[in-house]
């Protein structure tokens, strides 16, 4: 049952397509060959369901592209160099093509055509392999989230974007942005969701749609404590629904630690149990307060992309924010010749997951080992220390670095005792909206919870 088969079936039926508008496509060019310009951003070769079609399509693709006279002879020449016909049948054929069609005014209509067909015809062969991956057995969530995949994928190659004068987005996007973000009842919608965190909000303008933003640190240094205390501030303070997936740690252990945070109780009395009466109190106070904001918490392991797609878009309500702890015990949803290679499909598949859902993707990532050796506290991390790939700095739109002087620090060192243990720095890296530089935090570590050093001195 493949798509090249002339009149391939499915339960008995003939897959739709239409041999006269493709032919006509073909025609108009052929007639007309500036034309093809009206169809290049919405059709494909693969759209054509004839196969000599399709090849034609191709031939007449590349000579375009390559600034190449197109007209009766120059093509004909072209299919019998690449052995798809004979003088005799090539001429046959292309005349048939030029005499299909009288003008080619309708090729956009023809193209639109081809598309609805090939979309029809995409759904019927997802349907099938749906119903052969069901009907195999296995796992059925695997094979939902591969289903939901399969339509997402079909819905998303429907999307054709052209290009806009400038005097459009102008009047009817720029200038109607500034007037919602003028405007204080709508302000929210159109701004950066705010961190909790002052300092980097003026600097990134908050976590803002569509950004890809990764959190590099050395393990130890703080960065899923960082990532959990902006998905607190993200769902209390500002009521926005927020999906945490978590590849090492379990929920329980990142509940247990935001509730340490919003408690003020130490980490170490949440694992023993040893509770006064009074942090049993706090504890229910804080739990009270936490059950209500919209944050949810997933610990599948070696997870996907389309993994997480799939869990997003089944998620009501649909989530404002995504976290990811952390990148390297993430997997690839296709076979790669290397890790390198794995992650830069990983990295540019967050990217477009960011940019599809119109939402900020926050993952967090680790540094190589090499920055302990670069001195211990005069060593800041850099872009070139993200472990693993290029790919990383290359598809983030903003790359933050948690750091503690203390952490390469020798404890039993005179100079490392001098250190303030609380001294901590969030340093903007890459930013795509604006300007870098270092956001000074006050770290607790008995809570794991950073604060900017503002909010610390007033609360104390």
């Known amino acids: 049952m493949a798509n090249d088969t002339f009149l391939s079936e499915f339960e008995g039926k003939s897959l739709p397509f239409s041999n006269e508008a493709e032919q006509s496509v073909l025609g108009s060019v052929l007639i007309d060959p500036p034309s093809i310009n009206l169809v290049l951003d919405r059709l494909r070769a693969e759209y054509f369901y004839i196969p000599q079609n399709r090849k034609v399509f191709e031939v007449l693709t590349r000579m375009s592209m390559q600034n190449e006279n197109i007209d009766f002879v120059t093509v004909l020449e072209k299919l019998k160099q690449e052995n798809l016909y004979d003088d005799a049948g090539g001429k046959a054929y292309l005349s048939a093509l030029v005499t299909c069609v009288p003008t080619s005014a309708n090729i956009g209509t023809y193209a639109d055509i081809i598309r609805e067909r090939f979309y029809m015809r995409s759904l019927i062969t997802s349907s099938r392999d749906i119903i052969e991956k069901a009907s195999d057995g296995g796992d059925a969530s695997k094979i939902i989230d591969y289903a939901e995949q399969r339509i997402f994928e079909i819905r998303q190659g429907r999307e054709v974007s052209g290009l806009t004068h400038i005097n459009d987005i102008i009047v009817n996007e720029t200038f109607d942005r500034l007037a919602k ?3 204080e009842e709508t302000r929210k919608d159109y701004i950066g969701i705010p961190s909790g965190f002052s300092g980097l909000d003026k600097i990134t303008t908050g976590l803002n749609k569509s950004d890809l933003i990764i959190i590099g640190a050395r393990p130890g240094m703080g960065k899923t404590a960082f990532a959990l205390n902006l998905a607190r501030n993200v769902a209390v303070n500002e009521n926005k629904t927020v999906a945490f997936f978590s590849l090492e740690m379990s929920r329980d252990q990142l509940v247990q630690r935001v ?5 003020m109780i130490q980490s170490t009395k949440m694992r023993t149990g040893e509770l006064s009466t009074d942090e049993w109190a706090r504890l229910a106070d804080a739990g009270n307060k936490l059950a209500k904001a919209p944050l949810y918490f997933d610990e599948s392991p070696g997870i996907t992309v389309p993994e997480i797609k799939a869990k997003l878009r089944r998620m009501n309500p649909r989530p404002d924010i995504v976290f990811i702890d952390y990148l390297g015990l993430m997997q690839s949803a296709t076979k790669k010749e290397n890790r390198v290679q794995e992650i830069s499909d990983i990295t540019r598949n967050l990217k477009i997951l960011a940019k599809d859902l119109k939402i900020p993707v926050v993952v967090c990532a680790q540094l190589n080992r090499e920055t302990e050796g670069k001195g211990k506290k005069s060593h800041k991390p850099q872009l070139s220390d993200l472990r693993e790939s290029g790919s990383i700095e290359q598809d983030a739109d903003i790359v933050l670095f948690m750091y503690r002087d203390l952490y390469y620090g020798d404890p039993g060192d005179a100079e490392a005792q001098q250190i303030d243990k609380s001294k901590a720095e969030c340093i903007v890296a890459k930013n795509r909206h604006g300007g870098i530089d270092s956001v000074p935090l006050h770290w607790d570590g ?15």
């Open 446 to 460: 008995d809570f794991t919870r950073f604060s900017t050093v503002e909010i610390y001195r007033n609360d104390y």
């Open 181 to 183: 973000i003028s405007n």
């Open 259 to 263: 509730l340490s945070s919003e408690a």
